[in-house]
C-alpha cells in the first residue's frame, strides 16, 4: 500500500538545511505507546510510504535502515502525520515484536525496570495481540489457560462469556462494588478470547460505536 495519499498535516515534510533530516517519533498504532525516535532524509520518507515499512536514514551507519531488516521485527506503517511545523513526523505503525535491540517493547523502557504501562483502552490491545499470538501460536505456551479455552472450541468460550456475564449482573444488581471490576474484567477478557476465536478483530467492534456515535439516530447506542 502506498501511504503517499494518505499523509495528513503539512502538505510537505521540511527537512534539515544542514542534515538533510527530520525525527520521525514512531507510535504503536493500537495501544498509544511511544516505541522510538529516528530519523528520515528525503529517500527513506519516500521509502516508507511507498512499502509501508518504516525506513530511517541511520547515521551510525551512514545508510537506509528499515527497521527490522535484521531482526523482522519490522514496523508496518498504519498513517503517517506531519506536524505542524512541517518538520517533524509522527509514524503510527504495528510492530511485528520488540521494537528496541535490547528486546524490550519500546526504547523508552529499561531493562529490570517496570514496563511501561499503557493508557488503560491501549492495554486491551496489547491483551488481544496476547491472546491472538495464544491462538496462532498454541506451542509457544501449550499450558496457558488462553491455549486451553482455543482447545476446546467455541462452544466453551461462549459458554464462559455467558458465565462471566451472570456473574457481573449479578454483582452489579447486588451492589457488590468491591468484586464487581474483577468479573468485569472476567467478562472483557473472555469477550477478547470470543471474538478471536470468531476472527474478529475488537477494532472492528470499536468502528461501529464509532460509526454509531457520529449517526444522529443511533447517539443513544454510546451515549447511553
Excluded at 475488537?202 to 468502528?207: D, F, M, P, S
Aim: aromatic share 6%; proline share 4%.
Amino acid at each position: 500500500m502506498n501511504f503517499s495519499d494518505s499523509v495528513t498535516g503539512s502538505s510537505e515534510l521540511r527537512f534539515d538545511l544542514v542534515t538533510g533530516l527530520a525525527p520521525a517519533i514512531v507510535q504503536d498504532a493500537d495501544t498509544g505507546q511511544v516505541l522510538m525516535l529516528g530519523y528520515l532524509n528525503a529517500e527513506a520518507w519516500t521509502r516508507t510510504q511507498q512499502e509501508g515499512r518504516v525506513t530511517f536514514f541511520s547515521r551510525s551507519k551512514n545508510r537506509l535502515w528499515t527497521k527490522g531488516e535484521s531482526s523482522g521485527n519490522f514496523l508496518s506503517v498504519v498513517s503517517l502525520h506531519i506536524d505542524c511545523d512541517a518538520d517533524t513526523v509522527l509514524v503510527r505503525a504495528t510492530p511485528a515484536g520488540p521494537t528496541c535491540h535490547r528486546g524490550t517493547l519500546s526504547c523508552f523502557e529499561q531493562l529490570g525496570q517496570s514496563h511501561i504501562p499503557a493508557a488503560p483502552i491501549g492495554f486491551l490491545a496489547s491483551l488481544e495481540r496476547l491472546i491472538i499470538e495464544r491462538h496462532d501460536f498454541p506451542e509457544r505456551a501449550p499450558t496457558s489457560y488462553t491455549v486451553s479455552l482455543f482447545n476446546k472450541g467455541m462452544a466453551k468460550i461462549a459458554q464462559k462469556v455467558g458465565e462471566e456475564a451472570v456473574e457481573t449482573v449479578i454483582d452489579a444488581v447486588g451492589g457488590s462494588r468491591a468484586t464487581l471490576p474483577g468479573e468485569v474484567a472476567d467478562l472483557l477478557y473472555h469477550l477478547l478470547v470470543l471474538l478471536v476465536a470468531a476472527g474478529v478483530p475488537t477494532a472492528e467492534v470499536i468502528g461501529i460505536l464509532q460509526e454509531r456515535h457520529r449517526l444522529p439516530n443511533t447517539r443513544h447506542l454510546t451515549e447511553g
